[in-house]
C-alpha cells in the first residue's frame, strides 16, 4: 500500500505539471476569497487532482486548483470520480426511509402518497418529487425494523484503532522520525516518508492499512441485529468481533501476586493466532470470515485472567465467496438465548448456540483484517435492536404478488397493494382488504411482473451517478451543474434540480469491480 500512496503522489505531481500553462506560484486574485482544495477528482488512468469543483456543462466540467491562474476544463470522459470534501457529504439525509427502484437506485425521503400509477415523496436532496410505480421495485418506510443504535461510518473520528500497548522501552525513533525533528514541514512533503494510517477514512468507508482492528461502541442491546458491508483486496481473511469489552478483566486482589504470570497482550494475527482475540477484544464473540467458511470463536478469560478461547460447533457454514470481492452481511444475536445467526447476501449462512451461556458482555464491534496481504473495505455499518425471529420475509419476492413485511419482524402477508393515503397503507389480500399504518410498515416487495426496465436510448447516453449519504444512490443525465445545485435528467423522475451539499461521490464511470471501486486516497 506504500509503494501505492508513492505511485500517486508521482503520478498527480506529472499531471499537474502537465497543466502548468494554467498554473501560478501565486494566490487568488484581489477580491477572490481562497477556498481550501477539498474536493478530490481522479481519472480514469488512476492520477488525481484536489481543488474544488465549479460546475458541469455538456461533456465538460470546470475545477479550480489553488495554484491556477483560470479555471481548468476537463472532459468527462477521462474521468472516473469526483470525491466532494474529501468524501463527505457537508449535509447528511435525516429520513431514513427510502425507495429502492428497478435499475437498483436507492431514493432516500418520505413517502407521502402512492395509487396505481404514481408515489409522491418529499425529498430534502431535491423537494418533491414523482416516480411512476412500474419503476419502484421496493418500498422501506422504516428500514431497520427495530431501534436504530449506530450507522455509519460518517467520518474519520468515529472509530478508534485497538493498537497494542507500548512496550516497557521505548524503540529508537525511526528515520523519519529524526527528519521531522530536524525540518518537520520537508519530511512531511517527502514522498519516500510518506506512511499510511493503519485505517483510512474515505467516502463512508474504513480501508485497512495492517491487521490492527479497529472498533466503535455501537450500545448494541441484548438482542441485537449487526449489518455491514465487506470488500477486500487479495484474499478474505477478516475477523469481526460483537457484544465485544474491549478490554481484560480487572484480577483480584489474592491473584495480584509477583509469581502470577501476566497476561499477554497479542494483536489479531500476530504471534498467538486466534489467541490474541481475548486479550484484544476482551469478552466477546469473534466471527472469522474467509472466501468459503465462516467460524465463531467464545472468547472469555478463567479466574486467574487467562484466556479461555473456544470455537462454537455448527452443522455448517459454508460460504460462496471466493470471486465476489465484496459482500453484505448480517449478524443476528441474543444474550437470553445464546443465538448467533450469520447471513450473507440475504442468504443464510448458519446458526450457532452457546449452550455455556453467552459470555461477550460489552457493547463493542471492531473490524480487523487478518492475512499479511488482506486489505478490506468496511461500510454501511448499521445496528439495531432484534426481536429474535427469523424473519426470511426480507428476502421474498413474487412474481405477481406484493409482499409485506412489518416491523416486528415476524408478520407478513402478499396481496395487491392498492395505495398510500393518510399515512395507512390500502392492501387487498385474498380474503379480505385491510389498512396498515404507515409506521408499522418495515418493507414492501413490490411484485416483478409490473416493473419495468430502463430503454436502451437512455441507457446509452452520457450518465453520471451522485452518491448521498448515508443511504442515496441516483443514476442522473446532467444537464448542467455549479459548485452548489445540479439540473439533471432522471429516467423516473424527470428534471430535477439537486441539492449537491448531500453528495459524497459524482461517479462518471460505473463498475462492479471491487478493484475500481477501491478508493483509499482521499
Known amino acids: 500500500m506504500k509503494s501505492k500512496n508513492r505511485g500517486l503522489f508521482t503520478a498527480t505531481r506529472a499531471l499537474v505539471s502537465l497543466l502548468a500553462g494554467v498554473f501560478l506560484t501565486v494566490g487568488p486574485s484581489s477580491g477572490e476569497t481562497e477556498r481550501p482544495n477539498s474536493d478530490l477528482l481522479r481519472f480514469q488512468n488512476g492520477d488525481t487532482l484536489h481543488g474544488q469543483f465549479l460546475g458541469l456543462k455538456d461533456t465538460e466540467i470546470s475545477w479550480r486548483h489553488s495554484e491556477a491562474r483560470e479555471t481548468i476544463k476537463l472532459k468527462t470522459s477521462k474521468l472516473r470520480r469526483i470525491a466532494f470534501n474529501g468524501g463527505r457529504s457537508r449535509k447528511v439525509l435525516r429520513s431514513l426511509s427510502f425507495v429502492h427502484l ?41 428500514p431497520h425494523g427495530g431501534a436504530l443504535h449506530y450507522l455509519g461510518p460518517f467520518s474519520a473520528d468515529e472509530w478508534t484503532v485497538a493498537e497494542p500497548p507500548a512496550k516497557e522501552e521505548d524503540p529508537p525513533p525511526l528515520p523519519q522520525q529524526e527528519k521531522e525533528k530536524e525540518d518537520p514541514a520537508a519530511a512531511r512533503e517527502d514522498p519516500e516518508n510518506i506512511e499510511e494510517d493503519l485505517w483510512v477514512f474515505s467516502a463512508g468507508a474504513y480501508y485497512s492499512n495492517g491487521q490492527l482492528p479497529i472498533a466503535i461502541d455501537t450500545r448494541a442491546p441484548d438482542k441485537a441485529r449487526i449489518r455491514f458491508s465487506l470488500a477486500w483486496r487479495n484474499r478474505l481473511n477478516a475477523a469481526i468481533a460483537f457484544h465485544a469489552t474491549m478490554s481484560q478483566p480487572e484480577l483480584p486482589d489474592d491473584k495480584k501476586k509477583d509469581d502470577v504470570v501476566k497476561i499477554p497482550k497479542i494483536a489479531p494475527g500476530k504471534a498467538g493466532g486466534t489467541a490474541g482475540f481475548a486479550y484484544t477484544y476482551g469478552h466477546s464473540y469473534v466471527l472469522t470470515i474467509y472466501s468459503n467458511y465462516a467460524q465463531i470463536y467464545r472468547c472469555g478469560f478463567d479466574e486467574d485472567g487467562k484466556a479461555d478461547m473456544d470455537r462454537l460447533s455448527n452443522a455448517s457454514a459454508n460460504l460462496r465467496l471466493e470471486d465476489a470481492g465484496h459482500a453484505e452481511f448480517e449478524l443476528r444475536c441474543d444474550r437470553e438465548t445464546g443465538m448467533i445467526i450469520l447471513f450473507a447476501n440475504g442468504r443464510f449462512v448458519s446458526q450457532w448456540e452457546d449452550h455455556r451461556g453467552y459470555v461477550a458482555t460489552g457493547s463493542h464491534l471492531a473490524f480487523a483484517a487478518q492475512g499479511v496481504n488482506s486489505r478490506l473495505r468496511v461500510s454501511d455499518v448499521v445496528v439495531t435492536s432484534w426481536n429474535g425471529m427469523m424473519d426470511s420475509a426480507q428476502s421474498m419476492e413474487a412474481e405477481d404478488r406484493d409482499v409485506i413485511l412489518l416491523t416486528n419482524g415476524t408478520d407478513r402477508f402478499s396481496g395487491e397493494l392498492s395505495g398510500l393515503k393518510d399515512g395507512m397503507f390500502r392492501v387487498k389480500g385474498s380474503y379480505a382488504e385491510m389498512t396498515v399504518p404507515q409506521e408499522d410498515v418495515q418493507e414492501i416487495r413490490l411484485a416483478r411482473e409490473k416493473r419495468t426496465q430502463e430503454n436502451d436510448e437512455e441507457s446509452s447516453r452520457q450518465r453520471v451517478r451522485l452518491l448521498l449519504q448515508p443511504y442515496g444512490r441516483l443514476t442522473l443525465r446532467p444537464l448542467e451543474a455549479n459548485a452548489e445545485r445540479m439540473n439533471a435528467h432522471h429516467l423516473a423522475m424527470g428534471e430535477l434540480k439537486i441539492h449537491l451539499g448531500y453528495a459524497s461521490l459524482m461517479e462518471f464511470s460505473f463498475s462492479n469491480s471491487v478493484l475500481d471501486l477501491w478508493d483509499d486516497d482521499y
Open 102 to 142: 428497478e435499475g437498483g437506485d436507492r431514493i432516500p425521503g418520505t413517502i407521502i402518497s402512492l395509487d396505481a400509477e404514481n408515489l409522491i415523496m418529499e425529498t430534502e436532496f431535491a423537494g418533491t418529487v414523482t416516480i411512476p410505480r412500474k419503476f419502484v421495485s421496493q418500498l422501506s418506510p422504516n
